[in-house]
T-cell receptor
Framework: DAGVIQSPRHEVTEMGQEVTLRCKPI?????LFWYRQTMMRGLELLIY????????DSGMPEDRFSAKMPNASFSTLKIQPSEPRDSAVYFC????????????FGNGTRLTVT | DQQVKQNSPSLSVQEGRISILNCDYT??????FLWYKKYPAEGPTFLIS?????DKNEDGRFTVFLNKSAKHLSLHIVPSQPGDSAVYFC???????????????FGKGTKLSVKP
């Protein structure tokens, strides 16, 4: 099993540019989560999907952030326009439906906005 | 306002001794708790979990204790090994309908260093 795959691993961009982060969840998992990790706030949930449908996006910080899941094997998190305060590590995770099934995380994308 | 708090940013322990990592929570609706371990440049990986109907769960060298009245849980690692050196995150969730996945709230983590 390949695990959750995120790309790119590192992204450096200038303020104002559009950034797209990608995620391929584990096959057969019903849920997909996007988390952001910063020193100040730790790991915070941005949005999660169930069967490709967004369930809770209350953690998305601003309208500059958007996430899509066009099919069961792919999701994107887009930031447009990006700002320096968006610099963080963004994790994607997937899981089965049952709450006792743990989240499986990808290795993250480290985003730096200059 | 943090719902899940790990008040010790770091902990250093000698190899072979016990490591105790602590976690406090404020939301009485939380009824399922997990610990994740994270190595540098990797995503968190699941370690152990406990439901609120239990007060202890054990898996090999790892034991999680839950004190609901104090809203406190702890992770014990015994004996500690250098390979256990990592950041440990406590996480909690509240029951959603049908027992399905919901919002998992993480603490900020405790960095454990196990010295040979």
């Amino acid at each position: 099993d390949a695990g959750v795959i995120q790309s790119p691993r590192h992204e450096v961009t200038e303020m104002g540019q559009e950034v797209t982060l990608r995620c391929k969840p584990i096959s057969g998992h019903d849920y997909l989560f996007w988390y952001r990790q910063t020193m100040m706030r730790g790991l915070e949930l941005l949005i999660y999907f169930n069967n490709n449908v967004p369930i809770d996006d209350s953690g998305m910080p601003e309208d500059r952030f958007s996430a899509k899941m066009p099919n069961a094997s792919f999701s994107t998190l887009k930031i447009q326009p990006s700002e320096p305060r968006d610099s963080a590590v963004y994790f994607c995770a997937s899981s089965l439906r049952d709450r006792s099934s743990p989240l499986h995380f990808g290795n993250g994308t480290r985003l730096t906005v200059t | 306002d943090q719902q899940v708090k790990q008040n010790s940013p770091s902990l250093s322990v000698q190899e072979g001794r016990i490591s105790i990592l602590n976690c406090d929570y404020t939301n009485s609706m939380f009824d399922y708790f997990l610990w994740y371990k994270k190595y540098p440049a990797e995503g968190p990986t699941f370690l152990i979990s406990i439901s609120s109907i239990k007060d202890k769960n054990e898996d090999g060298r790892f034991t999680v204790f839950l004190n609901k009245s104090a809203k406190h849980l702890s992770l014990h690692i015994v004996p500690s090994q250098p390979g256990d050196s990592a950041v440990y995150f406590c996480a909690a969730s509240a029951l959603r309908y049908g027992g399905s996945q919901g919002n998992l709230i993480f603490g900020k983590g405790t960095k454990l260093s196990v010295k040979p």
